[in-house]
T-cell receptor, first 115, second 114 residues
Framework: AQTVTQSQPEMSVQEAETVTLSCTYD???????LFWYKQPPSRQMILVIR??????QNATENRFSVNFQKAAKSFSLKISDSQLGDAAMYFC????????????FGQGTILTVHP | EPEVTQTPSHQVTQMGQEVILRCVPI?????FYWYRQILGQKVEFLVS????????KSEIFDDQFSVERPDGSNFTLKIRSTKLEDSAMYFC????????????FGPGTRLTVL
């Protein structure tokens, strides 16, 4: 079974600074997808960014980018120019290319942004 | 922008009672999912649903749980006889296609079992 591990229960960053959230996963598959979701206090899950395992290029979405290291099974999220609205719980998630959509989530990292 | 909606936002029930949680997925989406999140814990997959059938389910999704798409818009999760440990946030999600497609989540229903 696949597992996703987020080793940082909490992180903090100053507004306008950069922060990196870590995620590792364990799988024997070659076809899979990785996601970062944000969960603000409202608790709604919001997609931040996604990465296809077959793509070598790291995904980017505005201030959000990932460092995808397939051999190391690592998928970190970098948030540049952090804003107060970035404060939330961040979940890393894995989806097998052969599953019927099941997302396996990590434990989450609480990000605090200081003004 | 289309979004997934869920009702109610908060449901309080007595242990042993049946509850039905409702979701309206995004209209052109074909794949539907339920997840739950016990307070302070990670989000856990319950079930995926496509073409009026369960595609995949987790060990959590036992005989007490069922899902249904009663009409062209709603997707429901029924818990037959609630237990205290069913207290959690329940999220519905939908996706347009399957292969790696992004799942869009609803705002969740907080279920409290007393």
């Amino acid at each position: 079974a696949q597992t996703v591990t987020q080793s940082q229960p909490e992180m903090s960053v100053q507004e306008a600074e950069t922060v990196t959230l870590s995620c590792t996963y364990d799988t024997s598959e070659s076809d899979y997808y990785l996601f970062w979701y944000k969960q603000p206090p409202s608790r709604q899950m919001i997609l931040v960014i996604r990465q296809e395992a077959y793509k070598q290029q790291n995904a980017t979405e505005n201030r959000f980018s990932v460092n995808f290291q397939k051999a190391a099974k690592s998928f970190s999220l970098k948030i540049s120019d952090s804003q107060l609205g970035d404060a939330a719980m961040y979940f890393c998630a894995y989806r097998s290319g052969t599953s019927y959509g099941k997302l396996t989530f990590g434990q989450g990292t609480i990000l605090t942004v200081h003004p | 922008e289309p979004e997934v909606t869920q009702t109610p936002s908060h449901q309080v029930t007595q242990m042993g009672q049946e509850v039905i949680l409702r979701c309206v997925p995004i209209s052109n989406h074909l794949y539907f999912y339920w997840y739950r999140q016990i307070l302070g814990q990670k989000v856990e997959f319950l079930v995926s649903f496509y073409n009026n059938e369960i595609s995949e389910k987790s060990e959590i999704f036992d005989d007490q749980f069922s899902v249904e798409r009663p009409d062209g818009s709603n997707f429901t999760l029924k818990i037959r006889s609630t237990k205290l440990e069913d207290s959690a946030m329940y999220f519905c999600a939908s996706s347009e296609a399957l292969a790696g497609d992004t799942q869009y989540f609803g705002p969740g229903t907080r279920l409290t079992v007393l």
